[in-house]
C-alpha cells in the first residue's frame, strides 16, 4: 500500500490559481493510477481527474479546461493545476491512489482506492 502526502492548497481569490501536490511513498511493482477528489461542505465526495502512467481523465466537466494533473518525476508527485478558479471549487481535495495490475485503471470510484492523502483546503473566496 503507497502512502501519500498531500501540500498545496489554501486561500485564492475567483480567477487565480492553485498547484497541490501528492507525493507517494512506498514499493509497488505495478504502476499505481493516482486520482483527485473533492467534498464540498454538505456534498458527496466526488472524482475530478485520474492520471495512470502518462494518460491522464478527466470525470468532471465543471473543471474541464481548468484543471489538469500530471506527474513530477522530480518530485515523484502527481500535481493538481487549478486555473480560474472559482466560488465552486471550495471544498477539501484529497489525492488517492488504487494498485491493480500492472498498470491500473484510472476510475473516478473512490470505494476502488487503496490508498488516501490527509486531505488539503482550498477556498476560494473575494
Known amino acids: 500500500q503507497l502512502q501519500l502526502v498531500q501540500s498545496g492548497g489554501g486561500l485564492v481569490q475567483p480567477g487565480g490559481s492553485l498547484r497541490l501536490s501528492c507525493a507517494a511513498s512506498g514499493s509497488t511493482l505495478a504502476f499505481p493510477a493516482i486520482a483527485w477528489f473533492r467534498q464540498a461542505p454538505g456534498k458527496e465526495r466526488e472524482g475530478l481527474l485520474c492520471i495512470s502512467r502518462n494518460t491522464g481523465t478527466t470525470y468532471v466537466d465543471s473543471v474541464k479546461g481548468r484543471f489538469s494533473i500530471s506527474r513530477d518525476n522530480a518530485r515523484k508527485s502527481i500535481v493538481l493545476q487549478m486555473n480560474d478558479l472559482k466560488l465552486e471549487d471550495t471544498a477539501v481535495y484529497y489525492c488517492?491512489?488504487?494498485?491493480?495490475?500492472?498498470?491500473?485503471?484510472?476510475?473516478?470510484?473512490?470505494?476502488?482506492?487503496?490508498?488516501w492523502g490527509q486531505g488539503t483546503q482550498v477556498t476560494v473566496s473575494s
Open positions: 488517492a491512489a488504487r494498485v491493480f495490475g500492472i498498470t491500473t485503471p484510472c476510475t473516478n470510484d473512490e470505494t476502488l482506492f487503496d490508498s
